[in-house]
Every structure is written in structure tokens, then in C-alpha cells.
């Protein structure tokens, strides 16, 4: 399986920043790690070897991603506005520097916070996504924010925002995304989020699939069996 690694100067993010790219062939999925997960995450917790087969034949090519959640949501000691604005310069590193390199518009795949990471930027930038897979996620991003509210802290809760979309330039390419998941364990604690954000999807006329998990299903051997689930409808 081709494996490639990269490092390099992120203008967005004014710092060296680090991917993993398996594959040379497919279609791409930009996969987003857990809470202030690292870039590596998924191959080391086994995501990718669950999807190997496809990479290997050039059905699937995964871009890992690292993130900055330690320097935005996670970020305790920073005030809440500076948490969204370096929020926001990862965003834009998305957009400007990695969706710009890849062959077509990707999928979008999360576990747990990397969940919320997918469907935020898969609802945000729906005409540059072709659709998401959020696992176990947890989507009402008040909860890092100390109670601190602004534009940018409703603009970047899908709870919240998605209540209040009515323009019809977001809603067409999101309605067309495919495959729209959004996927936990019936225990989850995080359960309630995964039902309102599917349910205001659907109140937008966006046919999300909502699939609720026996049990808890929040670690990584349920979420090898859920990407590998979901992921067959795009190879």
C-alpha cells in the first residue's frame, strides 16, 4: 500500500503542519482525528488497515489530517475568541491548502471530535465537499466555549446554525452530498447531539442517514466496522 508522508509551512496556520496520504488512486477521504488527535491516528489505531483492500486497488486513496484542537477548542487557558479564530485559520488551511491539492472533491470522515470536524466543514463548504461520515460525534460546540457567544460561535455550531438555514445556495449542494452519515452507539453520551443534528438535516429536506449503534460503541474497533460500513457506498 503507498504510503506517503508530507511536513510543510502552512500560511493559514503560520507553523509547519503534517499528513499522512495512503493510496494513489480513488476516490479521497480527508479524515479527520479524534480530540487533539495526531495525524497518524488513524493507521495506528487500525482505521486504515480496515480499509486497506480498497486502498491497495486504487478505489480509495485517505488523506490523514492533523489537527489543532489544542490550540483552539481544547485551548482552556486561551479567551474563547482567540480558540475560534485559530479555529477558523485551520479552516482555512483546509480550503485554501489541502482541498486545492486533491484530485476531486473528498468525503469528509471523523470519529468522536474528528466527527465534528467532518460535518462542520461538510455543512459549511457543502460545494466543496462530496459528503461526510461523522462517528460518535459530539456537534454542540458551545460546550468549549465557556459560555462565551459571538457570530463566529454560531456560525461554527452546526447546532445552532443549522436551525437557521434557509439559503438555498447551502442547502442544494448539501442536499446533493453523498454519502450524508452521521452514525453512534445508542449509549453514547454523546447520542442526543447525533439525533438533533440529524434531525434538523432532515428538516432541511437533506436525506442524512441517522443510524444508531447497539450499545456504546465509541472506541476504535466499532468505529473499523462503521467507516468500513459506510465507506463502501463511495469506492
Not at 476516490?27 to 480499509?51: H, K, M, N, V
Not at 472533491?105 to 459528503?131: E, I
Not at 452514525?183 to 442526543?192: F, K, R, Y
Request: proline share 7%; glycine share 6%.
Amino acid at each position: 500500500m503507498q504510503r506517503d508522508y508530507a511536513s510543510g509551512y502552512s500560511p493559514a496556520l503560520g507553523r509547519d503542519i503534517e499528513h499522512l496520504h495512503f493510496g494513489s488512486a480513488g476516490a479521497p477521504l480527508l479524515a479527520f482525528p479524534t480530540s487533539q488527535g495526531r495525524f497518524y491516528q488513524w493507521e495506528d489505531f487500525g482505521l486504515i488497515a480496515a480499509l486497506e483492500d480498497w486502498i491497495e486497488s486504487g478505489r480509495l486513496q485517505v488523506w490523514c489530517l492533523d489537527s489543532v484542537d489544542a490550540e483552539s477548542w481544547y485551548a482552556r487557558e486561551r479567551p474563547p475568541r482567540e480558540r475560534l479564530e485559530r479555529h477558523l485559520q485551520y479552516e482555512r488551511y483546509l480550503l485554501d491548502e489541502v482541498l486545492p491539492a486533491l484530485p476531486d472533491p473528498p468525503v469528509a470522515a471523523g470519529t468522536s471530535f474528528g466527527a465534528m470536524h467532518a460535518l462542520l466543514l461538510a455543512t459549511r463548504h457543502p460545494s466543496r465537499l462530496r459528503g461526510f461520515i461523522a462517528l460518535s460525534g459530539a456537534y454542540d460546540t458551545a460546550r468549549w466555549l465557556d459560555g462565551y457567544s459571538d457570530e463566529d460561535a454560531y456560525l461554527l455550531n452546526p447546532l445552532a446554525y443549522l436551525s437557521g438555514l434557509n439559503d438555498e445556495t447551502y442547502l442544494d449542494p448539501l442536499r446533493a452530498q453523498k454519502p450524508k452519515v452521521v452514525a453512534t452507539g445508542e449509549d453514547d453520551p454523546n447520542v442526543a447531539d447525533s439525533i438533533k443534528v440529524g434531525r434538523l438535516l432532515r428538516q432541511k429536506s437533506i436525506d442524512v442517514q441517522l443510524d444508531l449503534w447497539p450499545g456504546w460503541s465509541h472506541d476504535w474497533p466499532y468505529w473499523k466496522e462503521m467507516m468500513r460500513r459506510y465507506t463502501a457506498a463511495i469506492v
